[in-house]
């Protein structure tokens, strides 16, 4: 498996997205994702610029914000990184295309020992489609669209019960491929992503989030946990960008720490409907906060946003 890179100092090798010019469906995410941002998406959205240079998503995961934001071409170009090589694997094969990840993925069936043959299989032994067309299949039939990996690496998330899964979505697949032309992806820690932001640019940040209870553990997205010194770095390197003039959002759960980090930043308390690890009796809505610097599209909406958040705690 190749090894994890170091981003260029600018000028980027990247060039401008196609994303302005993409026909065809609106792009939306390929993969579900743990913090799949659904729910905050609108709110996300109005809070980033109309008109945005270089567009930054350090925690890309599922990808959200990216695929709405070049659905209504909002960006130049696009820096996308993540630490999780799998994932950025999936969408360096689709920037390449989206044909051969298709025809691998129409070969996959869902049944329980087609599943625990492909979750066998070693990623360094495959080719970039392959691992590709893998983690497609794994993400759509596994429990609950989980991405986890043991200790040394391997996948392990079980088999799910689905009736009928979509494993393979071609025009989802296509449109993802076109928005993806022309953006720069990495295998990253996020403080090397935003070194090179300045005014014009915008940068999105989905961290894991600080859990809400003691008993929560940091979430264990990649083999390495998010804990309380990243989330430090973190607010460090927000800070940054407000001094260069770069318009940033972050979305984290509303705690004593994300609070205090973020204190000195517009905050605003959003609800949104609890994250797929929640306990079943503690099901409903929870609130997030979302965090700005710099120039927004239009000025958020904070009464509506304080109004509803009386709502929900009378
Ligand atoms: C909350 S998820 C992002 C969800 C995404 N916004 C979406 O819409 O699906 C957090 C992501 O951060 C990644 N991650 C964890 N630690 C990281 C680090 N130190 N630097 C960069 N990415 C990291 C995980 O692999 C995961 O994909």
């Given at each position: 498996m190749p090894k994890s890179t170091t981003l260029p100092s600018r000028p980027h090798d990247i060039r401008p997205s196609t994303a302005r010019s993409a026909g065809g469906k609106a792009p939306r995410p390929v993969l579900k994702w743990a913090g799949g941002k659904t729910h905050l998406l609108p709110r996300i959205l109005e809070r980033l610029p109309a008109s945005i240079d270089t567009y930054y998503e350090p925690f890309i995961g599922g990808g959200a914000v990216f695929f709405a934001l070049a659905a209504d071409k909002r960006f130049s170009r696009a820096v996308l990184s993540d630490k999780n090589q799998d994932l950025i694997d999936v969408y360096r094969a689709l920037r390449r295309g989206a044909k051969g990840v298709i025809q691998l993925l129409e070969?996959?069936?869902?049944?329980?020992?087609?599943?625990?043959?492909?979750?066998?299989?070693?990623?360094?032994?495959?080719?970039?489609?392959?691992?590709?067309?893998?983690?497609?299949?794994?993400?759509?039939?596994?429990?609950?669209?989980?991405?986890?990996?043991?200790?040394?690496?391997?996948?392990?998330?079980?088999?799910?019960?689905?009736?009928?899964?979509?494993?393979?979505?071609?025009?989802?697949?296509?449109?993802?491929?076109?928005?993806?032309?022309?953006?720069?992806?990495?295998?990253?820690?996020?403080?090397?992503?935003?070194?090179?932001?300045?005014?014009?640019?915008?940068?999105?940040?989905?961290?894991?989030?600080?859990?809400?209870?003691?008993?929560?553990?940091?979430?264990?997205?990649?083999?390495?946990?998010?804990?309380?010194?990243?989330?430090?770095?973190?607010?460090?390197?927000?800070?940054?960008?407000?001094?260069?003039?770069?318009?940033?959002?972050?979305?984290?759960?509303?705690?004593?720490?994300?609070?205090?980090?973020?204190?000195?930043?517009?905050l605003d308390l959003v609800p949104v409907p609890r994250r797929i690890n929640s306990k079943k009796d503690g099901r409903g809505d929870v609130m997030e906060i979302l965090v700005t610097t710099g120039k927004t599209r239009k000025p958020p909406k904070r009464t509506a946003l304080r109004k509803s958040r009386k709502k929900r705690v009378s």
């Open positions: 070969h996959y069936e869902y049944d329980k020992d087609t599943y625990y043959a492909a979750r066998a299989l070693k990623p360094a032994n495959l080719d970039l489609n392959e691992r590709a067309a893998r983690l497609i299949y794994l993400n759509r039939t596994g429990y609950n669209g989980l991405y986890r990996v043991n200790r040394s690496g391997q996948f392990n998330v079980p088999f799910g019960r689905y009736v009928n899964p979509t494993i393979c979505d071609p025009e989802r697949l296509r449109a993802a491929s076109r928005a993806l032309r022309g953006v720069s992806l990495e295998v990253a820690d996020f403080s090397e992503l935003c070194r090179d932001a300045r005014a014009g640019d915008a940068v999105y940040f989905d961290p894991p989030y600080v859990p809400l209870s003691h008993t929560a553990s940091f979430t264990a997205y990649h083999r390495e946990a998010f804990g309380e010194e990243a989330h430090k770095r973190l607010a460090e390197c927000f800070d940054a960008l407000r001094s260069r003039g770069v318009c940033s959002v972050l979305s984290n759960s509303n705690t004593p720490l994300t609070r205090s980090l973020f204190d000195d930043f517009p």
